[in-house]
């Protein structure tokens, strides 16, 4: 099911792009250049001030949640004049560029970049309310200005290196920093959340555990515990099946996961409430506890669907249609997210999403004829690398057709998409995937 669910929620199936034609969506309240870094870096030197980068996804549910739930927040509004915003959609062959320069591990990435050097003196993955954006900004602004003394100091090295993607020495510096705060430290939970993104990026598991075990207490009532929560219980699940700490470590993350949920702050986003779930669902999978794991996927449903129903755009409904098709697909009722992707193909005409779901839904229910003209509907819309996993789910539903010449033709279409994206989007590992893929075709 971990497979399954990183596919899903990884490759294809998460939060729809804004489509030219869709409903009226909340208003932005930050004025973002779209797609423009030299436009940004000009603006933010004229105007002596740091630029703050949005680097997104149109697959990515988080990024999406963001966009409905927290860039439209009218707090964020005297924010407007102290950055200069830019927003670089990452499947734009257009930003391979910015991408070679400011790497993307995972989706959302922000960055706070200095014009003058054009460093990125702090990096944060992933979701954050209105509140902790708010903290991201003033943490920002204060890196950019410059040298800093004491602990600030090590805090903004271990930044500049999480910039960098050096993650093994942001690791040591983010823990050299928390070593050294002083109680009640303001940028504590940002910096356990990066700091547990940097271990998992060097496949330290065992520190990541530990490190959100020993954190959450001092998180206790805060919206980071959700991400704490999650990112430790992930690891701590990651360990060796004969490794002696991981039954305390995985029993004690899945209780503060589930306390996480029981309690939900109304701060808290649902987005990462729901990705607590599947946390959940995993553990109680790798515990071969089937009935404990269909209740944790029936829940999680139960929350989506509320979630959706509570919906006021179609943008912030349309949040929750990766982590539902997920759920439905783990019960065995793909049925139940036909309606809902229709909706969304509905409302969102330019967007590739809702019909890149509904091919795996039909897939899912064997029925192969609308599998294939859903998938026809996603590629005449799809760009950038998402086209490789549409194509690639393409060639498998194919396969199970029993058409092994298209099966082929997809696959060979899907590795001339990866071979054609510019340094920056181009994965080796990925290329090598798809030709041994192709290969093992009848």
């Known amino acids: 099911m971990r497979l399954v669910r990183l596919t899903l929620l990884l490759v294809l199936l998460a939060a729809p792009a804004l489509a030219t034609s869709a409903p009226p969506a909340a208003p932005p309240v930050l004025p973002f250049v779209e797609d423009d870094y030299a436009r940004a870096l000009s603006e933010a030197n004229a105007r002596g001030l740091p630029i703050f980068v949005e680097a997104w996804a149109p697959w990515c549910h988080t990024c999406r949640s963001m966009r409905a739930f927290v860039f439209t927040d009218a707090s964020l509004k005297g924010r407007a004049r102290q950055f200069v915003w830019l927003s670089i959609n990452t499947e734009r062959k257009g930003n391979a560029p910015f991408l070679m320069k400011y790497p993307v591990e995972a989706w959302p990435t922000f960055f706070v970049v200095d014009p003058k050097t054009e460093t990125a003196v702090l990096r944060f993955v992933g979701g954050a309310t209105v509140p902790e954006v708010q903290r991201l900004l003033d943490e920002g602004r204060l890196a950019e200005r410059g040298p800093q003394r004491g602990v600030d100091e090590i805090l903004a090295r271990a930044d500049r290196l999480y910039g960098e993607k050096k993650n093994a020495e942001a690791a040591a510096a983010y823990r050299e920093a928390l070593s050294k705060a002083p109680p009640r430290w303001k940028p504590y939970a940002r910096v356990v959340e990066s700091l547990l993104f940097a271990l998992r990026r060097i496949d330290d598991h065992a520190g990541c555990a530990t490190t959100a075990r020993d954190a959450l207490p001092k998180l206790e009532g805060l919206p980071a515990a959700a991400h704490v929560a999650e990112s430790g219980l992930d690891c701590a699940l990651a360990l060796k099946a004969d ?43 790798a515990a071969g506890d089937e009935e404990g794991r269909g209740k944790v996927l029936s829940d999680w449903a139960a929350f989506l669907e509320a979630e959706a129903a509570k919906a006021k755009t179609p943008d912030a409904r349309a949040v929750f249609d990766s982590h539902r098709l997920s759920v439905y697909l783990a019960l065995g009722q793909p049925e139940r997210a036909v309606p809902m992707l229709q909706a969304s193909a509905k409302d969102f005409p330019d967007d590739y999403n809702p019909n890149a779901r509904l091919a795996l839904a039909y897939e899912a229910m064997k029925d192969y004829e609308r599998a294939l003209q859903a998938s026809d509907k996603a590629l005449s819309k799809a760009y950038g690398p998402r086209m490789i996993g549409i194509l690639t789910a393409r060639s498998r539903i194919c396969q199970e057709k029993g058409d092994a010449v298209s099966a082929r033709i997809a696959m060979e279409e899907a590795i001339r998409e990866a071979e054609a994206l510019p340094p920056g989007q181009r994965s080796e590992g990925q290329m090598a995937s798809l030709r041994k893929k192709l290969s093992e075709l009848p």
């Open 243 to 285: 490794d002696p700490a991981r039954p305390a470590l995985v029993a004690t993350l899945a209780a503060d996961a589930r306390d996480v949920i029981a309690h939900r702050r109304p701060d808290v986003a649902a987005d990462d409430i729901s990705s607590l779930y599947g946390s959940l669902e995993e553990e109680r999978e």
